[in-house]
């Protein structure tokens, strides 16, 4: 027996399938042994990342806001002063959205190792797409905006992935305040996956593309986990429909026009 986790989203499905002790044996001779500094901290980089992203699709959809928020040189604030700042921003956000009829939704990371200190934020955007000018409004007495939409299929994989690999230093530092990697509004859905326990000891290495999706080929994995039992991991993206080219109208000369 082995066990099969599917997320579905909008547009895309996602597909964990693994064995286990329990249900099953699939584990390879050798391969269990007590990982590195190293290794357990990629392992720990590429489960954040699917984490953040699923957190993504789950809670906001193509044409969502990404922003980053700067600050005026002359009055660049500390990272405590900082979280203070954007607080701020959000609560005055917050009302914003509320007064148009919405929900404010966000994930914000911040980062200052290195680097002039800056806000990543992820937005649901207002109806009628004015959210961008609102933050720039709200946001402007402390510095720039940035603004950028979502779009699906693989950027939402690399968004989470340059999120987490950006505050892969800073949210480990003691100066840190928020001693997280991202903070989130309290009202996002946490995508939970339908789980089946299937009676059979393998499975395809190739799996089968169901009618109106396609297999996105870089997110393919078969291997085996840090237990030592197989595992395959990949994700279906729903085609879209190309619209039917027009028709050229035919004048009663029956002589057709391009325009």
């Given at each position: 027996m082995h066990i099969m986790k599917i997320y579905k989203y909008k547009n895309i499905i996602e597909v964990?399938?693994?064995?286990?002790?329990?249900?099953?044996?699939?584990?390879?001779?050798?391969?269990?042994?007590?990982?590195?500094?190293?290794?357990?901290?990629?392992?720990?980089?590429?489960?954040?990342?699917?984490?953040?992203?699923?957190?993504?699709?789950?809670?906001?959809?193509?044409?969502?806001l990404y922003l980053t928020l700067t600050y005026k040189r002359a009055s660049r604030p500390t990272a405590d002063e900082a979280k203070k700042r954007v607080k701020n921003a959000l609560d005055n956000l917050r009302k914003v959205w509320r007064k148009a009829g919405q929900e404010l939704k966000y994930i914000i990371v911040t980062e200052y190792l290195n680097t002039s200190i800056h806000h990543h934020v992820?937005?649901?955007?207002?109806?009628?797409?004015?959210?961008?000018?609102?933050?720039?409004?709200?946001?402007?007495?402390?510095?720039?905006?940035?603004n950028e939409y979502l779009y699906e299929n693989g950027h939402y994989e690399q968004l989470a992935s340059y999120l987490v690999k950006e505050t892969?230093?800073?949210?480990?530092?003691?100066?840190?305040?928020s001693k997280v990697r991202y903070s989130c509004s309290r009202n996002l859905k946490t995508p939970k996956p339908r789980i089946r326990k299937l009676k059979k000891d393998r499975w395809s290495e190739n799996p089968k593309t169901p009618k109106g999706y396609y297999l996105e080929?870089?997110?393919?994995h078969n291997g085996y986990d840090r237990r030592g039992y197989k595992y395959q991991y990949y994700r279906l993206v729903r085609l879209t429909k190309q619209p039917r080219p027009k028709k050229t109208k035919s004048i009663t000369n029956k002589v057709s026009f391009h325009l």
């Open positions: 964990e399938k693994h064995f286990s002790g329990r249900y099953g044996k699939g584990t390879r001779p050798g391969i269990k042994k007590q990982l590195t500094t190293v290794e357990m901290a990629k392992i720990n980089e590429r489960n954040c990342i699917k984490k953040l992203r699923r957190k993504i699709q789950a809670n906001f959809e193509e044409g969502d992820i937005l649901n955007d207002l109806t009628d797409g004015s959210g961008a000018k609102k933050v720039n409004q709200v946001w402007k007495k402390n510095g720039g905006t940035h892969n230093k800073s949210f480990r530092s003691a100066k840190n305040p080929k870089d997110s393919l």
